[in-house]
């Protein structure tokens, strides 16, 4: 069951588009900014899924470090991605900042997830993946906020 689920969010987060190329206008620019707060919000979720599963019993650790660091390197890309686009006037700086303030405190926690899983504390996977939670909600926010 748990390779169905996380294959399903990783085909969902495949057929995302990423946002790639400039952004000449405020608008244009908050579209990509959606687009990656979408992104990061599969990615994030995949995470919780997978701590949970591992913490229930329900996956080995060797499964559950390459789900986690496969959500890691997608979050960590569309962080990079997002980042290398230019924002064209001052409330896309502010946008920029907002989002890459969620990214990095996503990824900060998808990187203790792993590193829990790797350590082999399967059974408190789901309480270090806790954080995620309030990064998944601020995500979706933005994401309505801005749509």
């Given amino acids: 069951m748990l390779v169905i689920v996380v294959s399903l969010a990783v085909l969902a987060w495949r057929m995302v588009p990423h946002p790639v190329g400039a952004a000449r206008t405020y608008g244009k620019y908050q579209g990509k900014a959606v687009t990656t707060a979408k992104s990061a919000l599969s990615n994030v979720e995949t995470v919780r899924l997978a701590a949970r599963t591992a913490a229930a019993g329900n996956a080995f650790g060797p499964y559950t470090t390459v789900v986690i660091s496969d959500a890691e390197e997608g979050l960590s890309g569309v962080q990079g991605t997002f ?16 989002l890459d303030a969620l990214l990095s405190d996503a990824l900060e926690h998808v990187r203790e997830a792993r590193v829990a899983v790797r350590r082999g504390v399967l059974d408190e996977l789901a309480t270090v993946a806790e954080p995620l939670t309030d990064d998944a909600g601020k995500l979706d926010a933005f994401k309505e906020q801005h749509s």
């Fill in 83 to 98: 980042d290398s686009i230019q924002p064209p006037d001052d409330r896309a700086d502010a946008l920029a900042q907002d």
